[in-house]
């Protein structure tokens, strides 16, 4: 349906911007960095080649940063590595690139690149570095980190290396050609740099062995800010990683020094970009493309965009021959250019759909509004609707200053896919996602769920305005704010537990909660679990009458009588249909609202943990899941403030448990620590988890000497299956009320932990257990106890954070062991 109407204008683009999308649109250079994970980009030298030298640029992190530690909330793994994907989103709108991604997952600290490789699928890897560039056609390739080992993260230096290899390999048919067909051709880079560290890094030594130097500096016309305060804002988005308050004082103002290495392809003497031809006459038949493009920003009028709208319908007919070759670079000009040509006219399109989220089977309705605010004629010839399948050809004229609206609605199908991060949809490996999807290899986030296609014609010419159908959100903290819909599952399955605990062979409830995402749910919800365990019943009838209506089931499952882990998974069935999905919202300020339905699984742990005492005082750090690990394992807990650290508050607590980066992220707790060494020395028994060395609140960790080294690589085991030597296996820690073997240390993940002690008292700290990756000393700071007084106090860098939500056995007995100290 097609009508006119008034309704709220969206914004034009401001002349500043048509202009500088102008220039982008004349400029032909393109650069990738490479680098490993979410914060490893220099993101002023992103901001001078984007915003300064107009060129296409984009970054590549080969990781999304799941396997790192989150300082803004409980999310872990793949729920933080998708809101680092949209911290990187948002850093690339303020600095001006784009963004790319391999199928690589972060799993934690690397001391040594070869160890990477042993995660990643190297040639894994190597394909989709090799596809990106293929697709993205850079001239230069950046690496942050150099290729041969050094002391830095062995994701860094892997990162470089597959760079470089990749470079190599790009322009070579014989290299993954399964990738290669009409439109994705081989494509090779003019040469590959390493960016130094730091403006001063690079003297006359290295000038002699080809470093360059290169001082970027300037001002975005659009914003006004200068590119260091826009690099600024762009770190500062890494909110995740503690960068909310990065200033533009910690990358210097005004101008800097960027140093550079060439690591393979053509020399260069003075640029990272000398020999490149950066305009459009390195396209056949592109020159006059250059010129009249050159025109258009010389005659540009900042008080009559309109102006410019004929020299660009003359190039718009020039470059619609070379597009025809679908060169992605040709293509993507193309598009640029009909963005231009749209902000000059004045013209705004916007789609909205009246609900966030939508069902499989139901009916998508879409209302469009068209505005014009020049004077050229603009008909609107039709939308089209490529991922359903509509469209509409009917013909409206638009009249100026006259908003037009369409109205367009087509039944979602019923094996729509559900809203889920590409990457997450299968299952994948500790060090590698698994995407089927091969265009999808690269991206950033999912293609939109609803994009939508209009066809303008100027006179003889078309203008295609591709955008997506957003859900407009009022919020009354927020203001108004726009969110892409979702396709959800018809009902949510949420277990009460993420980890049960089972004792071998004895029958336990698990809790299981339906909740509905429409009325009138009808179905039956069953579990199910592996050979060798039982559940009782097998199925169970629901009747949801409202939306957002919950139910909750009990099932009784028995596990096997031996020692066992399983995955139970929750399933709903609806008229045929079968669901097993969760749903978990993140819901941070910084960055869009994220809705995710992974498959609703409990991980059941059978395991024989006997446990001292009840009650547990927990103090919060950066955020983990130990209080629901403790409460699973019979304790009563109880979270603490820092007020709360007094030797009369803390002495009904059989132990206080500190969570992990405590002392890194608690401002007053260094104020309340006499409080807390006060209840140790009168008895009470303090687990006090792993701190970074770099901005603790005070270097008083402990009642005695205790230092974290800053060293690099810092003092920590990250290979998961080191050999654990129990020095004193006689301890109570090995013995009480749970015996500790070596078998207790199988089936770990990510690492054996971090942040290790390097110095302490040994007079009183005595080390419990000493590990080490291969080729490295033994390390004994990962797990120390002292008496201090009448109580016990115990650091440990061991990464029970991470083993407890993963439902390991030997950590779960093992601390608590540690709880259960001095009882």
């Known amino acids: 349906m097609v009508s006119t109407a008034t309704a709220a204008e969206p914004a034009v683009p401001a002349p500043a911007m048509i202009l500088r999308d102008l220039k982008d649109f004349r400029e032909m250079g393109s650069v990738l960095y490479v680098a490993a994970h979410p914060d490893d980009e220099n993101t002023q030298l992103i901001t001078y080649f984007a915003l300064g030298r107009s060129y296409r640029t984009g970054y590549m992190s080969l990781t999304r940063g799941d396997g790192g530690q989150n300082l803004l909330g409980p999310e872990f793994g793949d729920l933080l590595g998708v809101i680092r994907t949209q911290e990187l989103l948002a850093a690339r709108g303020l600095d001006g690139g784009r963004q790319f991604f391999s199928r690589a997952r972060d799993f934690g600290y690397s001391k040594d690149y070869r160890q990477t490789l042993t995660k990643w699928d190297h040639q894994g890897v190597l394909s989709d570095i090799v596809r990106v560039i293929r697709t993205f056609r850079p001239d230069i390739i950046v690496t942050r980190f150099p290729p041969e080992p050094s002391a830095t993260h062995g994701h860094h230096t892997a990162s470089a290396a597959l760079a470089l290899e990749a470079f190599r390999l790009a322009g070579d048919p014989k290299a993954f050609p399964e990738q290669l067909d009409h439109v994705l051709t081989v494509w090779q880079p003019e040469r590959i740099l390493w960016n130094g560290y730091g403006p001063s890094w690079g003297g006359p030594a290295e000038a002699a062995h080809g470093v360059l130097h290169v001082t970027i500096d300037g001002t975005d016309p659009v914003s006004g800010a200068s590119f260091a305060v826009l690099a600024a804002k762009s770190r500062s988005m890494h909110r995740t990683q503690g960068f909310a308050n990065f200033s533009v004082a910690s990358l210097g103002t005004g101008a800097r020094v960027e140093s550079f ?40 009028d900042a008080t009559d965009p309109a102006a410019t709208v004929p020299a660009l319908l003359e190039i718009k007919s020039t470059l619609a021959p070379l597009v025809l070759s679908l060169d992605p670079v040709l293509v993507e000009k193309a598009q640029l250019l009909d963005r231009i040509l749209q902000a000059c006219l004045g013209l705004t399109v916007d789609a909205t759909v009246s609900r966030p989220e939508y069902v499989p089977g139901e009916t998508v309705k879409v209302h469009e509004t068209a505005t014009l605010r020049s004077k050229f004629p603009v008909t609107w010839t039709g939308v089209d609707f490529p991922e359903a399948g509509a469209d509409d050809t009917k013909v409206l004229a638009i009249g100026q200053g006259k908003p037009s609206t369409r109205d367009e609605s087509w039944i979602l199908p019923p094996d729509a896919p559900l809203s889920q991060p590409y990457w997450l949809r299968y299952e994948g490996t500790p060090g590698m996602f698994t995407v089927p999807e091969s265009r999808l290899i690269g991206t950033a986030e999912n293609p939109p769920p609803i994009p939508v296609w209009d066809i303008f014609r100027i006179g003889d010419q078309f203008l295609s305005v591709r955008h997506e159908a957003m859900f407009a959100v009022q919020d009354q903290a927020r203001g108004t704010s726009e969110r892409r819909p979702d396709v959800v599952a018809p009902v949510s399955l949420t277990f009460a537990n993420h980890v049960q605990l089972f004792e071998p062979g004895s029958p336990r409830n698990v809790t299981l909660t339906v909740t509905s995402a429409r009325p009138n749910n009808v179905g039956s919800v069953r579990l199910e679990v592996p050979e060798g365990w039982s559940v009782s019943p097998l199925k169970q009838p629901f009747l949801l009458p409202a939306s957002g209506d919950k139910a909750t089931f009990t099932f009784t499952v028995t596990p096997p009588p031996g020692a066992s882990a399983a995955g139970i998974t929750a399933w709903a069935d609806i008229g045929g249909a079968h669901f097993d999905t969760d749903r978990e919202t993140i819901d941070y300020r910084h960055v869009p609202l994220l809705t995710l339905q992974p498959t609703a699984r409990l991980k059941a742990v059978s395991v024989q943990i006997g446990i001292k005492g009840r009650d547990i005082g927990y103090l919060p750090g950066a955020g983990d899941s130990t209080v629901a690990s403790l409460s699973q394992m019979g304790y009563r807990v109880t979270t603490l403030t820092d007020a709360d650290l007094t030797a009369d508050n803390l002495k009904k607590y059989d132990a206080v448990v500190i969570g992990v980066r405590a002392f890194n992220t608690r401002a007053a707790l260094p104020a309340h620590l006499p409080g807390l060494f006060a209840y140790t020395e009168n008895g009470g028994t303090v687990i006090e988890q792993y701190n970074t060395p770099g901005g603790l609140q005070t270097p008083d960790l402990a009642p005695y000497m205790l230092k974290i080294s800053r060293e690099l690589p810092r003092f920590r085991v990250t290979d998961e299956k080191s050999p654990v030597t129990l020095l004193e296996p006689e301890n109570p820690v090995f013995n009480t009320p749970n015996k500790i073997t070596p078998l207790d240390f199988e089936g770990w993940v990510q690492e054996r932990g971090l942040d290790f002690a390097s110095e302490w008292d040994s007079a009183h700290f ?58």
């Open 261 to 300: 290495t060439v690591l393979d392809g053509a020399p260069a003497d003075k640029d990272p970009m000398d020999g490149v031809d950066t305009t459009w006459g390195r396209v056949p038949g592109g020159a006059e493309i250059g010129t009249l493009a050159d025109a258009a920003i010389a005659k540009f």
């Open 766 to 823: 005595t080390p419990l257990i000493a590990c080490s990756d291969v080729g490295e000393p033994p390390l004994e700071g990962g797990l120390l106890v002292a008496h201090f007084g009448r109580g016990y106090f115990v650091y440990t860098g061991l990464s029970f954070f991470r083993q407890l939500p993963a439902g390991v056995p030997g950590a779960y007995r093992l601390f608590a062991n540690l709880v259960s100290l001095g009882k």
